[in-house]
């Protein structure tokens, strides 16, 4: 099962995991999207809003059983200084990337564990490891997200389920367009004199931690580009 598979990360780790030869359920708010991918994939698309409790009851409603959850649906609002901050960007980030985490991994539990062989994965951020100036909305919603499925790991110690967070650095998706609601010209200018990653960078390693055997966990993974050496520090900014 993968949220927010609707563009960037989400889909393109719904197609390796296909690839990898798993039945994939994707879910996003844009239905028509999620389903077209899931046709092409031999999967199933869903309608989900994961800051939504109803959709994610729905969404979940009626799986015989699940084996890895990717928990990816999230992204920015603005980037603004504390002392500004804009409250309804910071409830959004809030809502989505931590609220819709633990809906959607509360929900799933019991099924990962009765699968005999579980694997939530979240995708968190380098967002979550550092701060950096005017992004406290998004690296605070992130750090909570991190800490949450950290726990996790420890409760659910003793119980057939691995724990994966993937926290990549700068990926060229729609991220940025979203974070400067709609403005292209400025998210394309995030991605312009350096190589970010790319989605598939990203689900190449998830297909990766899919595939070790049930006893090996791949607690935490750190991927940037080589031209990122942190959240505040790249080839451009030196
Ligand atoms: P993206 O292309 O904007 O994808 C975000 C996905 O989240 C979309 O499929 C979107 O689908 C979904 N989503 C947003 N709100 C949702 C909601 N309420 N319910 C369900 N789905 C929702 O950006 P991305 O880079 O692939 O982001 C994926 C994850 O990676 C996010 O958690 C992001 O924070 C994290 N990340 C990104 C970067 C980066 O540089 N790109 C770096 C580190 C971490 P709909 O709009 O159709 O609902």
Redesign the pocket.
Known sequence: MV??????????TARRLAAQGYHVVL?????E??EELAAELGGTGRQ?????ET?VNAFVEGLDSVHVLI??????KGLDPVATADLDDWR?MW???VL?TLRVTKALIPALIDSGDGLIVT??????LEAYDNGSG?TSA?HA?AVMHRTLRYELLGKPVRLTE?????????????RFDGDQERADA?YQGLT??T?DD?AEVIGFVASRPPHVDLDQIVLKPRDQASARRNVKTG
């Open positions: 949220t927010g598979a609707s563009s960037g990360i989400g889909a393109a879910g996003a708010r844009r239905t999207l999620v989900l809003d994961v800051t939504d959709s928990n990816n649906a999230g992204g920015a959004w809502e989505t990337n819709g995708i968190t951020s380098i967002a979550a998004y992130k997200q993937i926290a990549p650095g700068m990926v060229e998706t729609d991220f940025s367009l979203v995030v970010p990653l989605a990203v």
